[in-house]
């Protein structure tokens, strides 16, 4: 969860936030037009969504080191400070030129809304439509930074001459140590790509299905040898994928080189798609990704490494939409894993959805009932910025593929439309309770495990552990006491943890060490594959 209290309205908050200067005026709503090309260096024509970013000048340059800003774009943690407008494009042609209208779909507001000043613009064409997920990405087509002063009567044009390459996924910048190098040579070394087409989502989709990821073996493996080992099933949060797993991967490896990490097999499984994350759960609009996991993959992985292959050798850790995939891969399949340890879990209980409470009467995901609007993101105590920021801020950078879209994406039924259903309406924020009442009966964890605790009992007690912080950056923090309290009310064996003060990006440190909490977990996972193993962590030398 990228990604909640506040008492002020959202739209009023912009500017407090360091957000564009909104101008106060009655006058009727004006429309700018900004002239778009497509640079005739261009081999093709290019479709896509075209985006527009405008910042106050100062705001910008002040972010910077030397005052030269090279791009513009959004701050997923201050999203109130950009203005973003788009427009759909099919097949703009080299040299060809289209419009589009800073005051149509825009947020925070149209351009004529802003104050008096000086603006940078810049454009760029999401060729893919993955901006909601990735940013600027492979493909992306994108214009220089340009200066605007505000008011104008002429738009600046803007001409789009530059395609964004691909990034390589084992790469550092040229100032990382050579022994950072030679980590992530050694686990690169030690690391095999994982593509798996899976029949279940293929059946389902009516095309090939790919189900990918990276497979990390210890330090000492030898596929010809007949050692086992426990493995460990992670998944990213959103905003991950297969392209950014060099760094979970290096960091597993150079533990378990050093001694402080168990030796076991990671499997490093991409859960992103382009409507987002999917979960691992079994879904009408994204398909069966839970089955495919635990009835294709995970036999097709034990067939040709030497895992253990039992419930007490396979572990699942994932962090904040990872760490929701994997408790509910845990809860909604017991008897395949003999353990989940989820760090900052996207919500578990939706009487606590982010504070929102999905189930109140006439609920609103923007406003509480008194009025104030609900709060997304806060850092230390301070609101960063609030719910209806997020879900408008998304509609305008796509349909689909955003952080909240995805959520509709993985719980809400299939509309007339083949779409899923909107949980909630975008303009108003009013709550649908029939789409509520589907995410309830399939998805709401907390309610399913309380429903059906005797049946899950033998198979399930003992094997849930959480921790987030008591400062999540998503306040993630109240699902999990509510999922604490229904597991408590029902006497299972489940282990989870508030750290104080912790927020949803420095959970795994402690002191020096980024990843300590990573490694306190694996040897949990160790003690119940090896309980009579008398292998302890190797204490790192000062």
């Known amino acids: ?23 106060r005026t009655d006058a009727p709503r004006a429309h700018h037009f900004f002239r778009v090309t497509l640079g005739s260096e261009e081999t093709a024509p290019v479709s896509g969504r075209l985006l527009l970013f405008v910042i106050d000048a100062k705001v910008a340059k002040a972010q910077t080191q030397d005052g030269k800003v090279e791009a513009v774009d959004v701050d997923p943690l201050n999203p109130g400070q950009t203005l973003v407008a788009a427009r759909e494009v099919t097949r703009l042609a080299p040299g060809e030129s289209i419009d589009l209208d800073a005051d149509a779909l825009a947020f925070p507001s149209g351009l004529a809304q ?40 002429i738009m600046p044009k803007l001409q789009l001459v530059k395609t964004l390459p691909a990034k390589e996924s084992w790469t550092l910048p040229p100032s990382a140590p050579q022994a950072q190098r030679d980590a992530l040579s050694a686990a690169q070394n030690h690391a095999e790509a994982l593509d798996f087409v899976s029949p279940s989502l293929s059946a389902f989709w009516g095309r090939p299905i790919h189900m990918r990821g990276l497979v990390l073996v210890p330090p000492g493996y030898d596929p010809k040898g007949k050692q086992r080992y426990p493995v460990v099933y992670y998944t990213h949060g959103f905003g991950g994928g297969i392209d950014r797993f060099s760094g979970p991967v290096t960091n597993a490896y150079v533990g378990m080189e050093k001694g402080q990490m168990p030796p076991m097999i990671w499997v490093f499984l991409d859960q992103s798609s382009p409507t987002g994350t999917h979960e691992f759960a079994d879904s009408v609009n994204n398909g069966p990704w839970g089955k495919a996991l635990t009835e294709e993959l995970i036999p097709h992985l034990e067939s040709h490494y030497h895992m253990d292959g039992k419930v007490r050798g396979r572990f699942l850790n994932g962090h904040s939409s990872g760490g929701w995939a994997t408790l509910w891969l845990q809860t909604r399949y017991p008897k395949v894993f003999g353990g989940t340890w989820s760090t900052s879990p996207d919500p578990s209980d939706f009487h606590d959805f982010t504070g929102i409470d999905l189930y109140a009467p006439k609920a609103n995901a923007y406003r509480e009932p008194d009025g104030s609007a609900y709060p997304l993101i806060r850092d230390k105590g301070k609101v960063l910025a609030t719910f209806q920021q997020f879900a408008q801020l998304e509609r305008v950078l796509g349909s689909y593929g955003g952080q909240i879209a995805s959520f509709e994406w993985v719980f809400s039924p299939r509309g007339k439309d083949g779409h899923p259903q909107p949980m909630f309406d975008r303009d108003t924020g009013d709550i649908d309770p029939a789409v509520v009442a589907y995410w309830s009966e399939h998805y709401d964890i907390a309610k399913r495990l309380q429903a059906e605790w005797p049946k899950l009992k033998p198979d399930l007690d003992g094997k849930i552990h959480l921790f987030v912080g008591t400062a999540d950056t998503f306040y993630l923090d109240g699902a999990a006491h509510r999922l604490k309290a229904v597991l408590d009310g029902l006497h299972a064996k489940a282990d989870i943890r508030f750290i104080p003060d912790k927020t949803h990006f420095d959970l795994y440190a402690q002191g020096d060490d980024r990843f300590a909490l990573l490694k306190q977990i694996t040897w949990e996972m160790y003690a119940v594959a090896r309980p009579k193993s008398d292998l302890k962590p190797v204490t790192p030398t000062p």
């Open 1 to 23: 969860m990228l990604a909640r209290r506040f008492a002020v309205v959202a739209l009023l908050g912009y500017a407090l936030l360091g957000g564009v200067a909104l101008a």
């Open 114 to 153: 802003l104050a008096p000043g000086d603006y940078l613009v810049q454009a760029v064409l999401d060729a893919d439509h993955s901006y909601n997920y990735t940013g600027r990405s492979a493909g992306d087509v994108i214009s220089e930074v340009v200066p605007m002063r505000l008011p104008e009567a």
